[in-house]
């Protein structure tokens, strides 16, 4: 059974670093044909695609978050963190982390509950 | 602003048949394979179609997927009042070297 679990703290500051975790179980890191993602969505609004990671440490990030973003993994933990700098609260959103099978296509087969981040003083 | 383009809502009565719009380019949707995601409200994404036209197990064969140059649908048949949610389509951008979404659609069955 694949699941994926999004943690981390509920409330940060402006200006903070935001760190997310992502516990996975049912698959693993190191499996060549499957990454994981990591996607938001404020209220109301549409999902953003933030950034992955695939077992061969390949990273890619979203083209307007960029330099403020950090994708890493610890494989024997099953654990993969985001960390987002300088928050602001346009960042207020839902974080969801998801398993992407990426072997010739690119989806999102499971997903995690989700964490809400609120950023605020 | 979303990289792909999809109508903010559609609407039909139960039993009837939608189509949900998906719009892209050459370095996405032209080039790369399209998922679709059911989003009910209050919960996460959930998986509809992969590969343009493929569905996981467990999905009806009342949703299916096509894929026309840089363009992708979604159909639904057999309306139910359970379908009534966001729906998303996805995919990898090669020239962004990122995934990409629309923006979302709200089908409200009538």
């Known amino acids: 059974q694949v699941t994926l679990k999004e943690s981390g703290p509920v409330l940060v500051k402006p200006t903070e670093t935001l760190a997310l975790t992502c516990t996975v179980s049912?698959?693993?890191?190191?499996?060549?044909?499957?990454?994981v993602s990591w996607i938001r969505q404020p209220p109301g609004k549409a999902l953003e695609w933030l950034a992955h990671?695939?077992?061969?440490?390949?990273?890619s990030y979203g083209t307007s978050l960029k330099n403020r973003l950090t994708i890493s993994k610890d494989t024997s933990k099953s654990q993969v963190v985001l960390t987002m700098t300088n928050m602001d609260p346009v960042d207020t959103a839902t974080y969801y982390c998801?398993?992407?099978?990426?072997?010739?296509?690119?989806?999102?087969?499971?997903w995690g509950l989700g964490a809400l981040v609120t950023v605020s003083s | 602003q979303s990289v792909l383009t999809q109508p903010p809502s559609v609407s039909a009565a139960p039993g009837q048949k939608v189509t949900i719009s998906c719009s892209g380019s050459?370095?996405?949707?032209?080039?790369?394979?399209v998922s679709w995601y059911q989003q009910l409200p209050g919960t996460a994404p959930k998986l509809l179609i992969y590969d343009n036209n493929e569905r996981p197990s467990g999905i009806p064969d009342r949703f299916s997927g096509s894929k026309s140059g840089s363009s992708a649908t979604l159909y639904i048949t057999g309306l139910q009042t359970g379908d009534e949610a966001d729906y998303y389509c996805?995919?990898?951008?090669?020239?962004?070297?990122?995934?990409?979404f629309g923006g979302g659609t709200k089908l409200t069955v009538l």
């Open positions: 990671i695939f077992s061969n440490d390949e990273k």
């Open positions: 996805g995919t990898w951008d090669s020239s962004l070297s990122a995934g990409v």
């Open positions: 049912g698959f693993s890191l190191s499996n060549p044909r499957m990454g």
């Open positions: 998801a398993r992407i099978r990426h072997s010739g296509s690119y989806y999102f087969d499971y």
């Open positions: 050459s370095s996405n949707i032209g080039n790369n394979y």
